[in-house]
DNA sequence: GAAAAATATGGAGTCCATTCATTTTTGAAG
DNA sequence: CTTCAAAAATGAATGGACTCCATATTTTTC
């Protein structure tokens, strides 16, 4: 047996989580030292390192939470999606952006970004690039759905016109958390007429 | 008159630069540390300090002077652009991705990139962000001469297309560099494949 | 050619993420 | 209830970017 072992380690990772999210948000990403995390998870500093291989790793544990609970609420779409393609993307979308910002704040989104770019390869970069898949991914279903149902032109590929779309999608939206002041609203007026063509596109 | 101290200026610029390029493409960014730079420059630490305000600047600059280049040999084919928007637009793009590793590694875009989402406000940032704004406005041109001269249907918004395109061609290249082992040709063949639909949206 | 201004120098110092040798706690066996 | 090996926790030490600064050198000016 070893209930004990195993319950204080739940306990201590989440603790750090909880102590990492509330710093993150408060004061910043950059500006959260280790040792504050460690202190207000009242823990050392090496054991944050036991838990987690960098403060990176920490910041993608909870970005993670964030894409997951999109992706879950894309499915809750996928499952009875509008029969327009223009609309179904555009509310698939919308729904993405709107919870963007729920947990993180731009900084903490500008920090993930930048920290899988430059680290492709880590636990941390693989994860993250996976869930952007997954997001791809769900584009790319839905345009599918939507021309078994006769909906969209069945000749065009589906998952080269979802690949463009959320790539488009992901490059506006570092453009957004790259500019303090930008609303989201701007972001997703840009996003709508830049995708409208290629709804049209779609259209039977 | 300055001009000998000003040529001195200039020298020392020139010769760090070409240290840390060559430090970077040799041992790769992240190993370089000032103090080489510094010596391989024949210059002390504070007086790279003095030219430099941080090691990514200077990365940024070297960065500066790929995109300066591709941008240039870009204005060339606007001159005189091919008659089929999908040629047209797929000799563009090759002209960039041909030339991105020329001055570059793989690794010293994935930190300028990372950088530059990082650190949003910096000089350097500014201008990155700028050059990015210069490629797809080379986009949106090529687009908009082909409509002046018939060759692409002028209904649609050129520079609409040309952001969406050269935002797709952005990400394919991060998840390019992102990949120490995906060969050029591969990120060639993704990115035509996407672009050919938007191609034969255009074509008349 | 001497004073003044600008610039270079390099060493000491700060700040943090990360590492590592050591100590403490835990679980199980006797 | 001891004992001891494995697991985990600890915080002092390390490394490197960047700052500060007193001093030395070079360039300009008169």
Chains 1, 2 share one sequence.
């Not at 970069?125 to 069945?154: F, K, M, N, V």
Request: include cysteine.
């Amino acid at each position: 047996m070893s209930g004990l072992r195993q319950k204080q380690k739940a306990d201590r990772a989440g603790r750090i989580l909880q102590a990492a999210t509330d710093l993150f948000r408060q004061g910043g990403y950059a500006a959260a030292r280790i040792e504050d995390i460690a202190a207000a998870a009242e823990v050392s500093v090496g054991t944050f390192y036991n838990y987690f291989d960098t403060k990176g790793d920490v910041l993608l544990a909870i970005v993670t939470l964030e894409v997951e609970e999109v992706l879950s609420a894309g499915q809750t779409l996928l499952a009875n999606p509008p029969p327009d393609v223009a609309t179904a993307l555009q509310t698939l979308i919308d729904g993405y952006l709107d919870h963007s910002l729920v947990y993180l704040s731009k900084e903490m989104w500008r920090t993930a970004m930048a920290l899988t770019i430059e680290h492709p390869g880590t636990a941390f970069s693989a994860r993250y690039t996976r869930l952007d898949a997954a997001l791809t991914d769900q584009i790319c279903t839905l345009i599918g759905a939507l021309q078994r149902r006769g909906h969209a032109r069945p000749d065009l590929d589906a998952h080269t016109l979802g690949e463009v779309i959320f790539n488009n999608l992901n490059m506006m939206f570092i453009e957004f958390v790259k500019s303090e002041s930008m609303p989201l609203a701007t972001l997703q007026a840009a996003v709508a007429r830049q995708t409208a063509p290629l709804a049209n596109l779609l259209r039977p």
